[in-house]
């Protein structure tokens, strides 16, 4: 088993990733989607936690070797930034959606020194613009953004193409191609829910279910 099935399968198995075509989620942007995913789940499963935490560390490592610290991003992609730093002993920072509105209004939080080589530590990628908001946020810092790690991934091409452009890397765990076809061969769908679920993903704005 490859380690993008792995970690799909652990997303399974604790319903942090949930596949309902028959009756569709409603996500904040509005949209119908025949799937919802709250890695915040894996959080409450200490094994599952530890795994996660060790794929993203491995791949940190091998695809940002260069790296002097990581990014979380708020709030879900806060925890896993911490936990990977403390791994890999790296200093840490995370960036909340705006400046806070009392104090030092900081948008950042933690030590930041211009210069440093930073990767970004995310849980779930979907169209990619408040994820490249928190990468554009820290180069204003005056970091160099080596790239980032997420949880999971829709892979809807203009998440694809907003990275493209940015110049950002990506590098995901886990997609939404393997969390399918992973789920057609447990049985947990069949091959009409499976051409339904890759029906949405061509045009997920759009799809009404």
């Not at 792995?6 to 949930?18: F, G, M, P, Y």
């Not at 025949?34 to 795994?51: A, E, G, M, V």
């Not at 950002?168 to 829910?193: C, D, F, H, R, W």
Request: aromatic residues 10%; negative net charge; contains cysteine.
């Amino acid at each position: 088993m490859t380690n993008e099935k792995a970690v799909a399968e652990k997303l399974l198995q604790i319903n942090a990733i949930r596949l309902n075509p028959q009756q569709p989620f409603t996500w904040a942007s509005g949209w119908k989607s025949p799937i919802y995913c709250d890695n915040r789940k894996t959080l409450s499963f200490p094994y599952i936690r530890d795994f996660v935490k060790s794929e993203l560390c491995n791949v940190i490592f091998e695809s940002f070797p260069d790296a002097d610290m990581l990014a979380g991003v708020a709030t879900a992609g806060i925890a896993w930034g911490a936990m990977a730093a403390d791994q890999l002993k790296l200093p840490y920072i995370y960036v909340r959606p705006r400046p806070k509105e009392h104090g030092l209004g900081n948008q950042v939080e933690g030590y930041v020194e211009p210069g440093k080589r930073v990767v970004v530590v995310e849980d779930l990628i979907s169209t990619g613009k408040s994820s490249l908001q928190v990468c554009s946020v820290l180069k204003e810092q005056g970091l160099e953004v080596e790239g980032m790690v997420s949880i999971f991934t829709y892979g809807f091409d203009v998440a694809v193409q907003a990275f493209a452009e940015a110049g950002v890397v990506l590098k995901s765990l886990t997609n939404y191609q393997t969390l399918i076809t992973l789920a057609l061969e447990k049985g947990i769908i069949g091959a009409a829910e499976e051409a339904t679920l890759l029906s949405w993903r061509q045009d997920p704005a759009n799809w009404e279910g």
